[in-house]
């Protein structure tokens, strides 16, 4: 299918993704699950401009080694639209410059890394807020003097949210600790508390998050904790999560009276009982109305050109019910999530923090 080339009226609308459908990021396959029951949801009522929408996955196990050959053999299959919802950004980097040269659509990457928007690329754009804007909004909320420190990966990943959190506090850091693969997370807490500090960045997966904080409580340790993800904290910390601020773009499901919530779980039930109702979930369903609105833009015989002009056009105006922000396509990078929304775990809910 070339650039300009328009489907013919009815063809079905086919995405390419790599995602990891087995092996220890797994939970992120559940994105394409979501996505592909809002699709099925949509193709029932007619599809966009008669259109029905097909998202095609193979699964890369979240391995680098493994994403060029699933993105080669998606290429070689029925013609694609475009790219839509790839996860990660080490998989992703192996076949980014792969798709720029084919001006393949690539759509939603899942990733907030800086990397994967520089250089800025036309036919691309990440789906998450990226996470030196979280690392920012967070340093924000602490401004005030006093000592904060961080607790991190020593990775690029790591370092976007330090640096940004820094920007928010207008200082660097009173103390950090930078953890290697497989590190405990224990003797990071105690060098928190040794160094007196008031309030800690914490981005590490959700389950070192809770042990974290819990740790903390247990030596009598509770500074303002902040943390990189949200996603199943409630669960995980039950009543000592009161008090622990995040931020997101997306409502989440624990504790949510949102009638759009309410109905990503009757979709889920329906569609995709196999996929447990989570903000990753939540994600997908919110990502996939995006698509459907960007192909409503793209008009009744889509094109690759077209589907990007679409792109383009988002200006801020649309949402969807999921979403705490709105997208807004920055010209000078593939960003379209740019603010973000902070929350506090209140009641075992995420609500907006009132500043």
């Not at 990660?88 to 001006?103: K, Q, S």
Request: net charge negative; charged share 20%.
């Amino acid at each position: 299918m070339e650039f300009e080339e328009k489907l013919r009226p009815g063809e079905t609308i086919r995405f390419g993704c790599h995602a990891p459908l087995s092996g220890v990021m797994a939970m992120f396959g559940e994105i394409a699950g979501a996505a592909q029951a809002l699709f099925a949801e949509v193709n029932a009522a007619g599809g966009v401009h008669g259109h029905p929408i097909e998202l095609v996955v193979g699964d890369d196990r979240y391995d680098p080694g493994e994403t060029p050959a699933v993105v080669e053999r998606l290429l070689a299959g029925p013609a694609l639209l475009g790219f839509l919802m790839c996860v990660g950004t080490p998989p992703h980097a192996t076949v980014i410059d792969r798709l720029t040269a084919a001006n393949m659509p690539d759509l939603a990457v899942v990733t907030g890394a800086s990397a994967m928007a520089e250089p800025p690329r036309a036919n691309m754009f990440v789906a998450n807020v990226p996470y030196h804007v979280n690392g920012r909004a967070l340093g924000q909320h602490v401004r005030a003097p006093g000592r904060v420190g961080t607790i991190t990966y020593d990775t690029d990943f790591g370092r976007d949210w330090v640096a940004g959190f820094a920007e928010g506090l207008g200082r660097a850091p009173t103390c950090s600790r930078w953890l290697g693969a497989g590190e405990a997370i224990e003797p990071a807490v105690a060098a928190m508390q040794a160094a007196g500090v008031e309030a800690v960045l914490l981005v590490v997966r959700p389950e070192q998050e809770a042990a974290a904080i819990v740790h903390g409580r247990g030596r009598g340790f509770a500074p303002r904790w902040l943390v990189g993800f949200v996603d199943g904290l409630t669960t995980l910390l039950g009543p000592a999560g009161e008090g622990v601020v995040g931020a997101h773009w997306l409502y989440m499901a624990e504790g949510s009276g949102s009638p759009a919530i309410a109905g990503h779980r009757e979709l889920m039930a329906r569609r995709a009982p196999q996929v447990e109702v989570t903000g990753t979930s939540i994600g997908g369903q919110a990502l996939a109305e995006l698509t459907v609105e960007l192909l409503r833009r793209a008009g009744p015989c889509p094109s690759r050109a077209g589907l990007l002009a679409a792109l383009d056009s988002l200006d801020g105006r649309w949402r969807s019910p999921l979403m705490r922000v709105s997208p807004r396509k920055d010209p000078r990078r593939p960003v379209i999530f740019d603010e973000v929304a902070l929350l506090r775990l209140t009641g075992g809910a995420w609500v907006d923090v009132a500043e």
